[in-house]
């Protein structure tokens, strides 16, 4: 300013406010609002033009939320009730309806529109009451309704974790509940003998008595043809997706659906529904089941040369109840049954699907045996590496010949998943090539905004595909509507959360889908404002680097008017300590807790290098200023 020209107070106040904007500063000046015991850990001032990414992540949330919202108006109605044809049967079973609202509990958790819990929540109410009412007049046990005491009578865990997918996540933005904290510790009694309806476990052996259980306890007979394909129906212009023109087709893909009887490794499953039991109250019942179930499958793979057996009889013995074959069993190592409508047989082996018993035993423990399992099955199966049409490849089926089912290139199946929560070389390794590993590696610093952007294009082909559909409540069946669900949640878990998403990535169609699987994020946001789940309304964030101690992450207030506060967790149920947080090239500030508190200025933003313990916590479902840090 000239000499002799006086400062107004307003001049004062910009020239104040641009001095303090250029400083990071990492003190508790900003007061908490909301409550004492999370004071602010870190305020920052320091301005930054939202980037690329930031504007994309914001725009992905709305998008995904309007879709979302129209896709619910178009699918089911005010009770929450699927408007399609309702059946039982894998096909196209009560699983599958809820399934249509896949990712929506994590967009909400993510920081998504309150509307998507909302609906979330009046469609799984709505799918209870819907498939409790809804009878079978053939299949036996579902003539009394398909659910009883609001979960379903008698199926695999194939299906029973589909149609869990949404219900596990509902804990993530609502754990105080009272009915989610009833249903989830109730359902979880089912597989503990806490029921006496519902004997499916059997502590002597550490087994599932059947690959198909339930409600109303397990199937102790061989299954039929017409206990997984449902009753009769005209299958006309239905849309089938297994491609059966016929009921008579659709019977026919179940004539070797039949070796059910004992354990199997789906059943592993259950541990995503227990874990959550646990994670509500620490109730230790749950924990020391969750953990004795899991070790009694490590054994089961090490007696076995190190891979996991597919059936274990009611005798506690590997193939038990198949005539001492290991590799027996529905969905097992061997089962490559017939399709009827090409007279060839497929491959089904779904034994892979089983990590997610290992994953959250890690989960609460660190403890790497249990991944261990998985890299010396890995092992063995990549020890049979022959050369066929001049390309090595390895097996993924295994039956009285030997090895069979080759594929070109190693076995890396769930190699991301044990990387992902080792943090060691010598599994990243072992991991499938990925671009988002690439981009954690610095070589593609483009990735964020792309992986956003055809998040985009995904939700407005879906929303597209939905005013295109021109089907009917009774022309749909439960699953003619789950390929355009537009929920898009990929690229927001790996790039907000630095977390994976369990489920089959476009690049990795060799990957399992893994339906009920719970989140394994290295971060969480919640809004202590607004004392919610998810990043405050403006705020977005960019994990930018992962490593065994450490995280670095970018956030961002994409408000230039107001400032927003978001606090940010260690994991994604608190299992990691944060030690410190410091805005890069700063000072680090103590934190030595499992969350901790942010301020953003208006139009702020850093980059924070986070150091952590991984997994020493014990998980919870409970807000950050609703547990001791």
Request: proline content about 6%; aromatic content about 10%; overall charge neutral.
């Amino acid at each position: 300013m000239s000499e002799g020209v006086p400062m107004t107070s307003r001049r004062c106040f910009l020239r104040t406010a641009s001095a303090l904007l250029l400083a990071a500063v990492a003190s508790p000046a900003f007061p908490s609002k909301t409550w004492a015991a999370l004071p602010v850990a870190l305020e920052i001032r320091t301005s930054m033009a939202p980037p690329e990414w930031a504007l994309l992540e914001r725009e992905l949330l709305s998008a995904n939320a309007v879709a979302c919202e129209a896709f619910y108006a178009r699918y089911f109605d005010a009770r929450g009730f699927l408007l399609a044809v309702e059946r039982w049967g894998a096909n196209d079973g009560p699983d599958d309806a809820i399934e249509n609202l896949n990712d929506w509990p994590t967009l909400h958790a993510l920081g998504a529109s309150d509307r998507l819990l909302e609906l979330s929540k009046q469609a799984y109410e709505g799918n209870v009451r819907q498939y409790t009412l809804a009878r079978t007049k053939d299949v036996p046990f579902a003539r009394e309704g398909m659910y009883y005491k609001e979960f379903p009578v008698m199926t695999d865990w194939q299906h029973l974790s589909e149609g869990l997918s949404v219900f596990n996540l509902l804990g993530l933005s609502d754990p105080g509940d009272p009915r989610y904290r009833d249903r989830v510790k109730r359902f979880s009694g089912f597989y503990m003998n806490e029921d006496p309806g519902a004997p499916n476990y059997d502590p002597k052996h550490k087994i599932i008595r059947s690959m198909i259980t339930g409600s109303r306890g397990p199937m102790p007979r061989k299954a039929t043809p017409l206990d997984w394909a449902g009753d009769p129906f005209e299958v006309g212009d239905f849309f089938m997706e297994h491609g059966e023109r016929t009921y008579e087709e659709t019977l026919h893909h179940y004539d070797e659906y039949t070796d059910v009887i004992g354990d199997g490794p789906l059943n592993l499953q259950v541990t995503s529904l227990v874990l959550n039991a646990y994670m509500l109250d620490h109730e230790p019942k749950y924990r020391a089941w969750l953990l004795g179930y899991v070790d009694a499958w490590v054994e089961r793979a090490r007696a076995n040369g190190g891979v996991l057996p597919s059936n274990i009889g009611l005798d506690g013995k590997i193939g038990g109840a198949t005539d001492g074959k290991w590799w027996g069993g529905v969905y097992g190592w061997g089962f490559s049954p017939v399709v009827p409508q090409t007279g060839k047989r497929e491959d089904r082996n779904r034994v892979s699907r089983a990590v997610v018993g290992f994953m959250n035993a890690y989960l609460l423990t660190g403890d790497d045996q249990y991944l261990d399992v998985w890299r010396k099955q890995a092992d063995v199966i990549n020890a049979q590496r022959k050369v066929i049409d001049g390309k090595v490849s390895t097996p993924r089926m295994y039956g009285e010949g030997g090895w069979y089912g080759y594929a070109p290139g190693d076995y890396r199946i769930n190699g991301l998943e044990i990387w992902y929560l080792s943090m060691k070389a010598s599994d990243r390794a072992r991991a499938a090539e990925h671009p988002w590993l690439t981009y954690l590696d610095g070589k593609d610093p483009g990735f964020p905004a792309k992986v956003l952007r055809a998040d985009l294009e995904r939700v407005r082909a879906r929303a597209q595909a939905q005013r295109d559909d021109r089907s009917t409540p009774d022309t749909r069946l439960a699953d003619a509507a789950l390929d355009i669900n537009p929920a898009s949640v990929q690229a927001l878990i790996h790039l907000m959360q630095g977390g994976i998403h369990i489920a089959r990535p476009p690049w990795s169609p060799t990957s399992p889908a893994q339906g009920g699987a719970l989140l394994y994020a290295r971060l969480r946001y919640f809004d202590p404002e607004r004392r919610r789940a998810g990043v405050p309304d403006d705020v977005a964030a960019l994990v930018e680097a992962l490593s065994d101690d450490g995280v670095v992450v970018t956030l961002v207030n994409a408000n230039q008017v107001e400032a927003r506060t978001v606090t940010v967790q260690g994991g994604a149920y608190g299992e990691h300590q944060v030690l410190s947080v410091a805005t890069d090239g700063g000072a680090p500030v103590a934190i030595d807790a499992s969350a901790f508190t942010v301020r953003l200025a208006a139009g702020a933003g850093a980059r924070l290098v986070l150091k952590m313990k991984r997994h020493v916590n014990a998980p919870t479902l409970n807000f950050p200023w609703d547990r001791k840090l």
